[in-house]
Each structure stands twice: as structure tokens, then as C-alpha cells.
């Protein structure tokens, strides 16, 4: 996906701490969860101090507003002293906040695809510009990221870490590439096993109308097919979130989600049209891997 910058506000640890405290958290219950409204818990400053660091890049701090970091992160449970595994962690973006806050008190693990894995080809090249971005990343910044470890999968067979050795796994606006694939099932059962008895599952995606084939193109996908994926691995469909929520997205784009930023993949005279549209809506859902599986 080609990268551009957008510019929103912004936030500053103190502005983020204010409006988290006079908005929270908008959760949806399901019939497993409690009342709406339950998941109002607000960032810790070690969360708030991740987000406001200065290693972060101007490019990823500038989509703060829409990605909603301490929001989103706060919804899934995190909290010092976890083991948690990001999955495609891509260019780094929530990287750069989960790696310096687990330092010293949690495990970050960045859960990448093994080129050797691959065909030899543009896949595989792709794959492994982005391992040796990421290591460069870490190279560079030891005093956010000489803790920060890897662990290699093949997408045929994902295997993410020991099994019931992590208490969160993340992964973000990735499920749409698994399932144009073929692997999303198997990445599900991935998580579900590197997970905790207890342990929790979060997941953002670009969000359909409604239900999308397979090899749809528009990178959107149906609530209710990831809901079904997760579940079909064994866990259970503990909260949804509206914090990622775009009701100006119409979804319609001739590029797809591409079409709007950060990928901006439209023609030059329409860029006015799609800023004020902004990101894309997300759904946000948080499921648990119920203790004694």
C-alpha cells in the first residue's frame, strides 16, 4: 500500500487523557458481555507516555485521530507485565507505542511472515523488505525496542510462539489479506492457540456493509464473517468497540479502502472529497479464549 500524510490534530498526552475521560469507551454487548457502557476504563500513563513518545514518526503520530490508540488498545485489555503478540505488524505503526510501553515490564513479540516460507518471487521479496524494515527499526531505537522480539511464521501453518504463552494477541486491517488468500481460518486457530486459557484476542478490520466473498477486492469485510471465523477457532465473542467507527464511510470507493487515507489512491481532484471523508470505518471486537480450552 503506497503511504501519504494526512493532517489531523495532533494529540498530546494531556489532550488524549481529557478526551478519554469525557468520552470512554463506546462498547456493544453481545449476549455474553455485560451491560453497555461496562467498557469505560481509561489508559494508564504508561500507555498515554507510549503514544506521546518522540521516537514515534510524524507520519504515524498524524493518524492518531483515526486510529484511536489508547482507545482501541485500552478496549483490549493491555496491561503491563503482558506478553503480547502483534500480528503483520506492517511498517510499525502500533509498533512503535506496544514495543517501548511492554519494555522492561511485558513481552512485545512481533509476529512477521517467514520469506523462506514463500515461493521465490515478489512475495517473498515483499516479505522480506518488511523483516528487514522492522529489524532496522529496532536497530536503530534501543532504548525503545532492544526488548522487542520476532518470531517468523509460515502462513500455511501459523505457529506464533509456545502454546498458552501469550496474553494478547493484536492484529489490525489484515483479516481482508488472509481471506483473499485462503489462510484466514488457519491464522484464527493460530491465535487461539498461542493464546492463555483466558486470554484475549483484538482485532481491527476495515468494515463491509455486510457479508463480502472471499476474493472481494475492496479490502472490507463483513462484521459478521470475522465474528464467525474467530468463533469457528474456538473463542468467544466478548465486546465490540464503535471506537474506530467512520459512519462518513460509504464504502462505495473505486479503490477500495485504498481509495481513502492514508492510501489516497484516487485521482488528484478528488483528494478534498476523500479527506473529508477520512480513514475507513472499522470494527473493533474483542474476544476471549474462555479458560480450561
Known amino acids: 500500500m503506497r503511504r501519504f500524510q494526512t493532517a ?38 504508561a500507555l498515554a507516555a507510549a503514544i506521546a513518545g518522540n521516537w514515534r514518526s510524524a507520519e504515524h503520530r498524524a493518524r492518531d485521530a483515526y486510529r484511536h490508540p489508547a482507545e482501541t488498545l485500552t478496549f483490549f485489555g493491555l496491561k503491563p507485565g503482558q506478553t503480547v503478540v ?19 515490564n511485558g513481552t512485545y513479540v512481533a509476529a512477521i511472515v517467514d520469506p523462506a516460507a514463500l ?31 520476532t518470531v517468523a511464521y509460515d502462513p500455511k ?19 481482508h489479506n488472509w481471506r483473499g488468500s485462503g489462510q484466514a481460518e488457519g491464522m484464527f486457530k493460530g491465535f487461539f492457540d498461542v493464546l492463555k486459557p483466558g486470554g484475549v484476542l483484538g482485532v481491527v478490520e476495515h468494515r463491509a456493509a455486510t457479508d463480502v466473498p472471499a476474493d472481494d477486492k475492496s479490502g472490507y469485510v463483513g462484521e459478521a464473517q470475522v465474528i464467525a471465523m474467530a468463533e469457528a477457532a474456538g473463542f468467544r465473542l466478548d465486546a465490540k468497540s464503535e471506537v474506530n467507527a467512520n459512519p462518513k464511510d460509504t464504502k462505495d470507493h473505486p479503490n477500495g479502502v485504498w481509495t481513502l487515507p492514508p492510501g489516497n489512491n484516487h485521482d488528484p481532484e478528488d483528494a478534498a472529497k476523500y479527506a473529508a471523508i477520512g480513514e475507513s470505518d472499522r470494527m473493533t471486537l474483542r474476544f476471549v479464549k474462555s479458560a480450561g480450552e
Open 157 to 175: 501453518a501459523p505457529v506464533f510462539g509456545a502454546p498458552g504463552s501469550a496474553d494478547l494477541v493484536v492484529t489490525f486491517r489484515n483479516v
Open 8 to 45: 489531523p490534530r495532533l494529540l498530546t498526552a494531556s489532550l488524549l487523557a481529557l478526551a478519554l475521560s469525557a468520552t470512554g469507551l463506546a462498547a456493544v454487548a453481545d449476549d455474553h458481555t455485560p451491560a453497555a457502557g461496562a467498557e469505560a476504563a481509561q489508559p494508564d500513563a
Open 119 to 149: 515461493p521465490e518471487g515478489r512475495g517473498r521479496d515483499y516479505q522480506q523488505r518488511g523483516k528487514d524494515a522492522l529489524a532496522k527499526k529496532f536497530e536503530a531505537a534501543p532504548a525503545q525496542f532492544d526488548a522487542a522480539t
Open 86 to 104: 502483534e500480528v503483520t505488524p506492517g511498517g510499525g505503526w502500533y509498533t512503535e507505542i506496544l514495543a517501548p510501553y511492554l519494555r522492561g
